[in-house]
Every structure is written in structure tokens, then in C-alpha cells.
């Protein structure tokens, strides 16, 4: 049978033989695994992998700043999934990405592969894939023409991780599917977010937003997954706020406030598990790992390693396999074999007009705030930035937007009481928004109207106070300006129709009327809903507004309340989700044109399209009916151009080799927490072996003779890899590691290693690694 585990279960239900005492022994076992757990009709599985991807050369998504291209990695970038099963056979998968977005492109072939292996028990009715919205990761993976301009085209490179990752995870999911059991729990998180367009909100009905206490939404959703045997493997959230925390000039890989959030809380998460087992580790004399630099940590301190330590100079680099960044990678050093890995997911919801940046936004010229309406200074939109709670230190707001967004999680995980029950089940359609009726409802009567094919504004190119775009383009601009449309006309001009059918948009880029040398823009877009009893989540492939979102949630759970066995349903929204098709606004807010207004595709009837159809799957769903699957997508993946240009060799100077040391650490130097340490080595560019799983960046601790323990790589936020060369056509680089000593560090002696991979002349890779001078870590 499919469920063994499920036919056991019955029968040990049904059984009226069982005795007392074993009983008894039974409780005593679950106790004695960390808590009491109830049999369930799910099973669970999760699973997660690494999709950082290419961290040189690859032009970031998100911006759309041609000048923002990737040198190195602030934190790794992970796909993470559950997979719930029923024990009628039916499941779903969720997959959470550290990535701006989903792609249409690497969804069809993440599910021909799940095809291939699994025949159809994961399609894309199942199965979604969802962005967390991060701007500070590789782009070039998505089919579109307009997506993939900046990245100089298609980067096979970034396509292939992300499609290898998001595989893998869900095969770590299906192959830890056990009996567990999953609980719900919500509440309001104030800090993390605020509304970074609010005239465009202001221009929704008094009487609707006179329902809401924020211009924002401000609650947290988390769903906690526990094993019948091992306790909570992991939790699932969803909250609305922008990945914009770094800024349109970092140029480190990063999964911004959310993924941050995610490494604090899995760490978190192995801290309290391993504290349970802290005097077993002692007793085999293992050195407790390190965990996040935001947590406390209670270590032994070896005060008679310090002088040792300080006497240990950088040597020689070495050659290295291609596995041994793999092998020192801390995280999975620690893993315990016999027990899942602890995943968990800060996911996006409705995040259209939300942004990290909470202290507002200021002019840099005067320090004074911005115009309200247009986000301008002095009538440019470049001088007005949003600012973060660690302004001007992005990489401190991203901590701050992080930790308070891993804070709530802890609280909801910790207090999570209400159990999910019921069946799992899902719908799912292709819908032709470029040309889609829609029936619009007003004071008793009805009437028909279309979507329209792909266009953006002319406030698109203003861009946000998240990121500011350029030239005199200005948000909440309706009309446009001559110059600049006789620019558009160069391109494509806009027919009679398309202008009538977007109005009061005035057209900066006919994108869904493009298609040379392929499509521009998306046309058919997927829509999903997925249900695992009294929890829905709503698969959307873009950006929707606060009040967009509100307004879909409210239809969905108004025809789900249509039937008892659906009340009083948690819905949620799943941003970013299978492809991406940019904003979703109000009508009203549409209006306004804003950067999201602007940026809002098919007219102002996109929200009407959307919630017209996500009714109709809500209907099927409750009557338990099909849906037609719709149009399908196209496959351009054969059609894509690229011009990233390949690397060619990697060099360094006459007698030194990759992986010297470069700029050394000072010798028998001390160090305390909070200081920066640094070294750096000649290098070779990143993109030869993306080091999926592995590490190019490593802290070593000192533990005695020639013994060095890895304890921090660079997955942890306190340590960054920067990647740099001369100039572009150089063949020589250098890397340099920023250690900043986390407050919890445990004094001793450290050293810092650098892993790489070398292209030679004739195209073979050369693995290589190489050592800093150790230091002490003395107490504060």
C-alpha cells in the first residue's frame, strides 16, 4: 500500500487487546522523545537545499540596476519544502525559494523532472513553487525578455541551480514523509513593515479601509510540523514584506530580512535541541556548536589554547577536491543522521506596496521626507530612499528585519496549539490574462469587461523608495511625456486599443504586444489553491497590494464559508508563486499610478480577473469538482539568448598560487567581540564551482595541536565572501573574508580559510584552499 504507516495506525486503533502497561510504556517513550504527540491522518515531510547560485558576474534580480552585479555572498540562499499527505493519498508540496521570484520556465521543468521520477504523483496541480522576494540574488532564470534584459539575457548557470535545488529538496521531503501532525497559529508582528505608496491606499473607499487598523497587513500565519516520533521538524510562515532591506548597490548574495530570518530560526531551533544533549557532549569531549550570532551561547572557554594558537601562521595554499568545501560545511558536519533537519521558511504573502525600510522615507539631499504623492525631492524620484532601523548600515537592518520577523515566529511556534485536520486537496488553472472577461458587479447590475494584453507605465520607471529609479520618470505619473514616447514608438507602439483598454496608465513599454526575438511578457499565468484542512493557501504569480490582497482573501473565504465543512478556514496568500507577472492594485489604487499601479500588467481589471477566477476554483474545491486546466504556458527555454560571456582563465602573478594569502591577519594579534577581521587571498572566479552545499568562506576554531573545527562558513550572517578582481577583462582576483566575532563567540584561537575553484588554460578546474594566520579571540 501506498500509506503503510496509515494502515498500522488504523490498526492500532481498532485493536481491543491492547494492555495497560503497554499503553504506559508508550507514554513514557513519547516523553522521553521531547513531548506528547498525538497520532494524526497526515504524513509530513520537509526537506531543504542549496540554490545560491553563480556569486560573480551574474547581474541581480530585482532592481532591475544594471550596475548591481553579484561579488560574493553576505548568506546562502536555500530552497525548502514540506510535502502533507493524507491518508487518502492525496498531497501537496510547497516550495519556499530564497529568490525573487518563481519562473515560469523553471517550474515546467521542476515538474518534468518530479514526472520523470515520481510518474504523476507531483504536477503542477500540487505543487508550488514560491519567491520570497529577496533583490540580492542571481538573476538571468526567468524566460521572459523584459526579466531577463539587465542580466545581459538567459544565465543557464542561475536556471540550473535553482532547478537542481528545488528538486532535491522536495526528493529530501518526500524521502522523510513520516506519520506527524501539523498546528496553526497567528498573530499581529507591528514592526517589520509599513506601506511605502500609502496615497495610493488612501485612494480605496473610506469605508473599506475604515475595516482595517493598518494600512498594512500586520499578521504572521506559521504553521508547525511535528513527527509522531522525533517531535517539531519545522514551521512554515507567511508575512507581507518587501525583500529590500539591502539595497540596489549590495552585491552580495543574500535572502535579505526573510532568509535571515529563516538561518536565526533553524539555528535557534538546533540550539535548543542541542542544549537538551549538552552533558553528552561534554562527556565525548565534542566541541558544542556554534549557532547564530543573535543567540547566546554558553560555552567552555580554553584558555591554554590561546598561546598555542597565536603562534600558527598562514602557509602554503593547498590543492583541494571538489568535495571538501562539502566536507567542512558546518551545518552539515553537525547533522544528525537518525533525525530530519530541522526546516523553516519565512514565506511572502500580499507585499505589493509593503516595505522593510520602517523609519520612512527621507530626501539624502536635506534629510527631509519625501513629496507624499510622488516620492520625489525636488521633483527627482533618485534622491528619495526609504530608510531601515540600522540606517545607514544595510546589513544591520536586514538583522533587525529578520530577527523581529524570527521573534514572532518563536512566539507562534512556541504557542501553537490549534491542529490541522482534515483532507488535502488543491485546484489549479491556466488563465489568459491578456485577453480574460471579466464580469464586474455594481449596485445590482453587471457588466462585461476585458483584461489587456502586458504594458508598463511610465511610473514603473520611477521605481521605489525601496529603489529609486532614474531620469526624470516620476511616480503617479498619468500622463507620460513626449520624449519618452517617442523612445517607446522605437520599440513598439501601443495600438489605439491597448491605450483605451489600460487607461489612465499612459504606456512606457508595450511588453505583452512584443515578441521579438520571444515573448516579452507573460500572457498565461497559473492560479492554485492548496488545502490541508482548515488551511488555504492562495498561489498567486505576482505581487499583490495590501488591499488587493484583503480583497482576494475576502471572496475566497466567503464562498468557502458557503459550506460547513469549510468555515471558519485560515486562508493565506502565497506571493511570487509558480511564474510572475509583476504587481496586482486595486482599481482604485490604479488610478493613482504609482510604481505598482504602474507596474500592474493586464489594466486596471487585473484584481477583478484574479478574483473571479479564484472563486471559481474555490467553488470546485467545495463541491469537489474539476476544473479545466486552461491555455498552457510556452516553453521558450529553446529559445533563450544569453551574453554573459564565459570565464575564460583564471591567472595570478609569477610564483604565487591560488589560494596564497593576499593581505594577511596581523600576526599574534587579539581580537574581541564585535571586531571585524579580515583576510584576503588570490582567488579565482566563483562561477568555475558554485560550491552548492559547500563553502567558499570558513572560520576555524583552534582545538588543539594541528586540530581546527570548522564553526562559522559562509551560510552564517556574521561572515561574508566578497570576490573582486582588478577589472573586467583581468584574469587575476582576489577574495576577501569579513569576519564580524559574534557577541556568543567562545575565546580561543581561530583561523580564517578560503576554498576555491581555478579555470586553467585548456579548461580544467583546479580546487584549491588556503589559510590565514591563526589569532586569538580573547573575552570582552
Given at each position: ?337 537518525s533525525k530530519p533537519e530541522f526546516v523553516s521558511a519565512f514565506c511572502q504573502s500580499n507585499c505589493g506596496d509593503v516595505s522593510p525600510n520602517v523609519l520612512g522615507a527621507f530626501c539624502i539631499d536635506t534629510g527631509l521626507p519625501c513629496d507624499f504623492n510622488h516620492s520625489t525631492c525636488g521633483g527627482k524620484n533618485e534622491l528619495c530612499y526609504g530608510q531601515g532601523p540600522g540606517y545607514p548600515d544595510e546589513f544591520e537592518s536586514t538583522r533587525i528585519i529578520g530577527e523581529r520577523q524570527f521573534r514572532k515566529a518563536v512566539e507562534l511556534f512556541d504557542e501553537a496549539e490549534d491542529e490541522i485536520e482534515g483532507d488535502v486537496d488543491y485546484r ?124 482576494l482573501r475576502d471572496a475566497v473565504k466567503t464562498v468557502l464559508n458557503n459550506d460547513k465543512d469549510f468555515e471558519n478556514m485560515h486562508v493565506v496568500i502565497a506571493g511570487l508563486t509558480n511564474s510572475y507577472s509583476q504587481y496586482v492594485t486595486t482599481y482604485e489604487e490604479y488610478q493613482v499610478q504609482r510604481y505598482e499601479g504602474a507596474s500592474t500588467l493586464y489594466g486596471p481589471r487585473t484584481l477583478s480577473a484574479y478574483i473571479q477566477e479564484f472563486k471559481k476554483l474555490a467553488k470546485a474545491l467545495i463541491s469537489n469538482q474539476p476544473v479545466e486546466p486552461g491555455p498552457q504556458p510556452p516553453d521558450l527555454l529553446d529559445k533563450q539568448i ?139
Open positions: 500500500m501506498e500509506f503503510p504507516f496509515f494502515h498500522h495506525l488504523s490498526l492500532w486503533r481498532t485493536s481491543g487487546n491492547i494492555q495497560i502497561w503497554s499503553l504506559l510504556l508508550l507514554m513514557i517513550l513519547l516523553l522521553k522523545s521531547g513531548g506528547v504527540y498525538s497520532d494524526t491522518d497526515y504524513l509530513i515531510g520537509l526537506g531543504s537545499y542549496d540554490i545560491t547560485g553563480p556569486a560573480a558576474d551574474v547581474n541581480m534580480m530585482g532592481y532591475a540596476n544594471t550596475q548591481q552585479i553579484a561579488s560574493g555572498i553576505h548568506f546562502r540562499l536555500r530552497a525548502r519544502s514540506f510535502i502533507v499527505a493524507d491518508e487518502d493519498g492525496k498531497r501537496v508540496v510547497f516550495v519556499n525559494l530564497d529568490a525573487c521570484m518563481a519562473s515560469q520556465i523553471v517550474t515546467i521543468k521542476v515538474i518534468e523532472r518530479l514526472k520523470a521520477r515520481y510518474g504523476d504523483l507531483y504536477t503542477e496541480k500540487n505543487v508550488a513553487i514560491s519567491g520570497i522576494h529577496t533583490h540580492a540574488g542571481p538573476g538571468g532564470y526567468l524566460q521572459y525578455v523584459v526579466y531577463i534584459v539587465t542580466s545581459l539575457g538567459f544565465v543557464r548557470q542561475s536556471f540550473d541551480v535553482l532547478v537542481d535545488g528545488i528538486e532535491k529538496s522536495i526528493v529530501q521531503a518526500h524521502e522523510n514523509l513520516r506519520p506527524g501532525s501539523i498546528l496553526v497559529n497567528k498573530g499581529e508582528l507591528l514592526d517589520a513593515s509599513i506601506n511605502r505608496s500609502p496615497s495610493a491606499y488612501l485612494n480605496n473607499p473610506a469605508g473599506e479601509r475604515k475595516k482595517y487598523k493598518y494600512d498594512v497587513d500586520k499578521e504572521m500565519t506559521l504553521l508547525k510540523f511535528v513527527d509522531d516520533e522525533f517531535g517539531p521538524v519545522g514551521s512554515f510562515n507567511w508575512f507581507a514584506t518587501h525583500g529590500t532591506s539591502m539595497s540596489r548597490t549590495n552585491s552580495l548574495i543574500s535572502g535579505d530580512n526573510k532568509g535571515a530570518a529563516a538561518r536565526f530560526m533553524e539555528d535557534w531551533f538546533e540550539k535548543e535541541s542541542s542544549e537538551r544533549n549538552y552533558s553528552v557532549g561534554l562527556k565525548n569531549d565534542h566541541l558544542p556548536r556554534r549557532i547564530s550570532n543573535i543567540i547566546p551561547d554558553l560555552l567552555d572557554v580554553h584558555h591554554e589554547l590561546l598561546e598555542v594558537s597565536a603562534n600558527f601562521q598562514s602557509r602554503p595554499s593547498g590543492s583541494a577536491t571538489q568535495n571538501s568545501s562539502v566536507a567542512r560545511r558546518v551545518r552539515s558536519a553537525r547533522r544528525q543522521s489549479h488553472a491556466y488563465i489568459d490574462l491578456s485577453s480574460l472577461e471579466v464580469t464586474i458587479h455594481k449596485r445590482g447590475a453587471s457588466r462585461a469587461v476585458k483584461t489587456c494584453p502586458a504594458a508598463m507605465g511610465f511610473a514603473f520607471a520611477a521605481g521605489t523608495t525601496d529603489g529609486p529609479g532614474a531620469f526624470d520618470f516620476t511616480q503617479g505619473d498619468d500622463k507620460g511625456n513626449p520624449f519618452w514616447k517617442l523612445v517607446r514608438d522605437l520599440l513598439k507602439t501601443p495600438t489605439k486599443e491597448q491605450i483605451v483598454c489600460q487607461h489612465p496608465k499612459p504606456i512606457l513599454l508595450d511588453t505583452g504586444e512584443m515578441k521579438t526575438p520571444y515573448d516579452w511578457a507573460p500572457s498565461i499565468l497559473p492560479i492554485q489553491i492548496l488545502r490541508i484542512g482548515q488551511f488555504v493557501i492562495l498561489c498567486v504569480p505576482g505581487e499583490f497590494s495590501t488591499m488587493a490582497g484583503r480583497r544569453g551574453f554573459l560571456p564565459p570565464v575564460v582563465v583564471d591567472g595570478t602573478p609569477h610564483g604565487v598560487n591560488f589560494g596564497d594569502v593576499f593581505s594577511d591577519v596581523p600576526q599574534n594579534s587579539t581580537f574581541k567581540c564585535g571586531d571585524m577581521v579580515t583576510a584576503s587571498f588570490w582567488s579565482a572566479c566563483p562561477r568555475n564551482d558554485l560550491m552548492t552545499e559547500g563553502t567558499f568562506a570558513m572560520v576555524e576554531f583552534h582545538k588543539g595541536e594541528d586540530n581546527w573545527v570548522p564553526i562559522y562558513d559562509d551560510d552564517d550572517f556574521c561572515l561574508r565572501f566578497k570576490w573582486s578582481r582588478p577589472s573586467k577583462l583581468s584574469s587575476r582576483s582576489k577574495a576577501t573574508i569579513e569576519w564580524r566575532i559574534p557577541n556568543d563567540v567562545t575565546p580561543g584561537g581561530y583561523r580564517i580559510r578560503h576554498f576555491g575553484a581555478a579555470k586553467r588554460l585548456f579548461g580544467s578546474i583546479h580546487h584549491f584552499t588556503g589559510s590565514s594566520s591563526a589569532f586569538v579571540v580573547a573575552e570582552s
